[in-house]
Protein backbone atom coordinates (compact mmCIF):
# COMPACT_ATOMS: atom_id res chain seq x y z
CA UNK A 1 0.00 0.00 0.00
CA UNK A 2 1.14 3.76 -1.21
CA UNK A 3 2.28 5.86 2.11
CA UNK A 4 0.90 8.56 1.21
CA UNK A 5 2.66 12.00 2.51
CA UNK A 6 0.28 14.25 5.27
CA UNK A 7 0.02 17.37 2.53
CA UNK A 8 -1.31 16.48 -1.05
CA UNK A 9 -0.66 19.86 -2.97
CA UNK A 10 -3.12 20.38 -6.19
CA UNK A 11 -1.95 22.15 -9.57
CA UNK A 12 -5.15 23.83 -10.28
CA UNK A 13 -4.56 25.14 -13.61
CA UNK A 14 -7.44 27.59 -13.36
CA UNK A 15 -5.45 29.15 -10.54
CA UNK A 16 -2.35 29.39 -11.57
CA UNK A 17 -3.33 30.96 -14.27
CA UNK A 18 -5.13 33.52 -12.17
CA UNK A 19 -1.85 33.87 -10.48
CA UNK A 20 -0.04 33.67 -13.64
CA UNK A 21 2.34 31.09 -12.99
CA UNK A 22 3.30 28.24 -15.27
CA UNK A 23 2.52 24.86 -14.68
CA UNK A 24 6.50 23.67 -14.81
CA UNK A 25 7.39 26.84 -12.33
CA UNK A 26 4.70 26.36 -10.12
CA UNK A 27 5.78 22.49 -9.71
CA UNK A 28 9.27 23.02 -9.62
CA UNK A 29 8.34 25.66 -6.29
CA UNK A 30 5.84 23.09 -4.56
CA UNK A 31 8.65 20.39 -4.87
CA UNK A 32 11.49 22.59 -3.72
CA UNK A 33 8.83 23.13 -0.89
CA UNK A 34 8.56 20.22 0.08
CA UNK A 35 5.78 18.72 -1.66
CA UNK A 36 5.89 14.53 -1.55
CA UNK A 37 2.69 14.14 -4.20
CA UNK A 38 1.21 16.58 -7.06
CA UNK A 39 -2.36 16.36 -8.70
CA UNK A 40 -3.04 18.33 -11.90
CA UNK A 41 -6.08 19.48 -11.79
CA UNK A 42 -7.56 20.56 -15.47
CA UNK A 43 -10.97 21.77 -15.49
CA UNK A 44 -10.88 22.28 -19.40
CA UNK A 45 -10.06 20.57 -22.78
CA UNK A 46 -6.37 20.04 -22.81
CA UNK A 47 -4.49 21.76 -25.45
CA UNK A 48 -1.17 20.67 -26.76
CA UNK A 49 0.49 23.44 -24.35
CA UNK A 50 -1.18 21.55 -21.41
CA UNK A 51 0.18 18.47 -22.51
CA UNK A 52 3.88 19.79 -23.15
CA UNK A 53 4.02 21.21 -19.47
CA UNK A 54 1.61 18.63 -18.03
CA UNK A 55 4.97 15.67 -19.14
CA UNK A 56 7.34 18.08 -18.33
CA UNK A 57 6.09 18.06 -14.76
CA UNK A 58 5.78 14.42 -14.94
CA UNK A 59 9.61 14.27 -15.64
CA UNK A 60 10.39 16.60 -12.86
CA UNK A 61 8.11 14.39 -10.45
CA UNK A 62 10.63 10.77 -11.49
CA UNK A 63 13.43 13.43 -11.05
CA UNK A 64 12.54 14.00 -7.85
CA UNK A 65 10.75 10.83 -6.65
CA UNK A 66 7.71 12.82 -6.22
CA UNK A 67 4.37 11.28 -6.75
CA UNK A 68 2.36 12.02 -9.33
CA UNK A 69 -1.38 12.17 -10.18
CA UNK A 70 -3.99 13.66 -12.88
CA UNK A 71 -7.31 14.67 -12.05
CA UNK A 72 -10.35 13.31 -14.11
CA UNK A 73 -7.92 12.77 -17.03
CA UNK A 74 -6.95 9.12 -17.94
CA UNK A 75 -5.87 9.99 -21.15
CA UNK A 76 -3.97 12.46 -19.70
CA UNK A 77 -2.71 10.26 -16.80
CA UNK A 78 -1.55 7.66 -19.66
CA UNK A 79 0.48 9.81 -21.61
CA UNK A 80 2.59 11.24 -18.73
CA UNK A 81 2.82 8.11 -17.15
CA UNK A 82 0.46 9.21 -13.87
CA UNK A 83 -1.69 8.31 -11.05
CA UNK A 84 -5.31 9.07 -11.32
CA UNK A 85 -7.81 10.72 -9.49
CA UNK A 86 -11.38 9.72 -10.37
CA UNK A 87 -14.71 11.75 -9.38
CA UNK A 88 -17.83 9.93 -8.78
CA UNK A 89 -19.19 11.11 -12.33
CA UNK A 90 -15.90 9.95 -14.17
CA UNK A 91 -15.03 6.41 -15.38
CA UNK A 92 -15.54 3.07 -12.99
CA UNK A 93 -12.56 2.60 -11.26
CA UNK A 94 -12.31 -1.12 -12.58
CA UNK A 95 -11.93 0.64 -16.37
CA UNK A 96 -9.38 2.52 -15.20
CA UNK A 97 -7.70 0.23 -13.93
CA UNK A 98 -7.54 -2.03 -17.06
CA UNK A 99 -6.25 1.00 -18.57
CA UNK A 100 -3.51 2.02 -16.06
CA UNK A 101 -2.59 -1.30 -15.35
CA UNK A 102 -1.69 -2.93 -11.74
CA UNK A 103 0.86 -0.77 -10.66
CA UNK A 104 -0.72 2.46 -11.06
CA UNK A 105 -1.92 4.61 -8.30
CA UNK A 106 -5.63 5.50 -8.73
CA UNK A 107 -7.93 7.35 -6.57
CA UNK A 108 -11.40 7.82 -6.18
CA UNK A 109 -13.26 10.88 -4.19
CA UNK A 110 -16.71 10.44 -2.05
CA UNK A 111 -18.89 12.99 -0.21
CA UNK A 112 -21.03 11.18 1.97
CA UNK A 113 -20.47 7.25 4.24
CA UNK A 114 -22.51 5.60 1.60
CA UNK A 115 -20.03 6.38 -1.52
CA UNK A 116 -16.87 5.79 0.62
CA UNK A 117 -18.11 2.55 1.50
CA UNK A 118 -19.01 1.60 -1.74
CA UNK A 119 -15.56 2.59 -2.90
CA UNK A 120 -13.95 0.30 -0.51
CA UNK A 121 -14.86 -2.61 -2.71
CA UNK A 122 -13.41 -0.69 -5.83
CA UNK A 123 -9.96 -1.15 -7.54
CA UNK A 124 -8.32 1.78 -6.37
CA UNK A 125 -4.54 2.85 -3.42
CA UNK A 126 -6.57 5.44 -1.57
CA UNK A 127 -10.25 7.41 -0.65
CA UNK A 128 -10.91 11.09 -0.63
CA UNK A 129 -13.67 12.17 1.12
CA UNK A 130 -15.17 15.94 1.45
CA UNK A 131 -15.43 19.11 1.28
CA UNK A 132 -14.40 19.00 4.68
CA UNK A 133 -15.25 22.67 5.03
CA UNK A 134 -17.45 25.18 2.70
CA UNK A 135 -15.22 25.70 0.01
CA UNK A 136 -14.78 28.09 -3.39
CA UNK A 137 -13.06 26.11 -5.79
CA UNK A 138 -16.36 23.78 -7.22
CA UNK A 139 -19.34 25.70 -8.64
CA UNK A 140 -21.45 23.32 -7.23
CA UNK A 141 -20.05 21.45 -4.44
CA UNK A 142 -21.44 18.62 -2.24
CA UNK A 143 -22.43 19.19 0.89
CA UNK A 144 -20.33 19.62 3.79
CA UNK A 145 -18.43 16.73 5.40
CA UNK A 146 -17.41 18.38 8.96
CA UNK A 147 -15.37 17.04 11.76
CA UNK A 148 -17.73 14.40 12.92
CA UNK A 149 -18.10 12.01 9.74
CA UNK A 150 -14.51 12.61 8.81
CA UNK A 151 -13.79 10.60 12.08
CA UNK A 152 -16.88 8.13 11.31
CA UNK A 153 -15.71 7.17 7.96
CA UNK A 154 -12.22 6.69 8.80
CA UNK A 155 -13.61 3.82 10.42
CA UNK A 156 -14.67 2.27 7.10
CA UNK A 157 -11.81 1.93 5.53
CA UNK A 158 -8.14 1.00 5.73
CA UNK A 159 -7.09 2.48 2.72
CA UNK A 160 -5.15 5.89 2.57
CA UNK A 161 -7.59 8.55 3.28
CA UNK A 162 -7.42 12.07 1.72
CA UNK A 163 -9.44 15.06 3.19
CA UNK A 164 -10.43 17.95 0.82
CA UNK A 165 -12.63 20.96 0.94
CA UNK A 166 -11.96 23.91 2.80
CA UNK A 167 -9.05 23.10 4.57
CA UNK A 168 -6.38 25.88 5.38
CA UNK A 169 -3.57 26.23 7.59
CA UNK A 170 -5.64 27.14 10.51
CA UNK A 171 -7.84 24.25 10.38
CA UNK A 172 -5.80 21.56 9.04
CA UNK A 173 -4.26 19.74 12.35
CA UNK A 174 -7.87 19.17 13.10
CA UNK A 175 -8.86 17.58 10.66
CA UNK A 176 -5.77 15.13 10.56
CA UNK A 177 -6.47 14.63 14.49
CA UNK A 178 -9.78 13.31 12.67
CA UNK A 179 -8.26 10.79 10.49
CA UNK A 180 -7.44 11.84 7.73
CA UNK A 181 -4.35 10.48 6.41
CA UNK A 182 -3.26 13.35 4.57
CA UNK A 183 -5.20 16.92 3.44
CA UNK A 184 -5.16 18.23 0.16
CA UNK A 185 -5.12 22.07 -0.62
CA UNK A 186 -5.96 24.26 -3.12
CA UNK A 187 -7.29 27.99 -1.90
CA UNK A 188 -5.16 28.04 1.44
CA UNK A 189 -1.76 26.59 -1.44
CA UNK A 190 -1.22 29.92 -3.40
CA UNK A 191 -0.88 32.95 -2.46
CA UNK A 192 -2.39 36.41 -3.91
CA UNK A 193 -0.22 37.74 -5.42
CA UNK A 194 1.97 35.09 -6.28
CA UNK A 195 5.51 33.71 -7.41
CA UNK A 196 7.48 30.84 -7.49
CA UNK A 197 9.67 31.98 -4.06
CA UNK A 198 6.16 33.16 -2.24
CA UNK A 199 4.55 30.12 -3.33
CA UNK A 200 8.00 27.95 -2.01
CA UNK A 201 7.18 29.51 1.38
CA UNK A 202 3.87 28.37 1.14
CA UNK A 203 4.58 25.11 0.34
CA UNK A 204 7.27 24.76 3.21
CA UNK A 205 4.37 26.76 5.62
CA UNK A 206 2.03 23.34 5.01
CA UNK A 207 4.85 20.80 5.08
CA UNK A 208 5.64 22.22 8.41
CA UNK A 209 1.95 22.20 9.73
CA UNK A 210 1.41 18.39 8.59
CA UNK A 211 4.26 17.19 9.87
Known sequence: MTAFPRFYPILDVTTL?????????????????????????????????HLEDADSVSELC????????VND??????????????????????TARGLLGE???????????AQLRAATLEPVDYLAIGPIFATA????????????????????????LIAIGGITRDN????????????????DLYPDPCDPSLLRQRVRDWTRITG
Open 62 to 69: RRHGVIWI
Open 172 to 187: AESVLDAGADSVAIIA
Open 17 to 49: RRRGLSLPEAAAAMIDGGARILQLRLKENPSQR
Open 103 to 113: TAIIGLSTHNP
Open 73 to 94: RADLALLTSAGLHLGQDDMPAT
Open 137 to 160: TKDNPDPEVGLETLAHVRQLTNLP
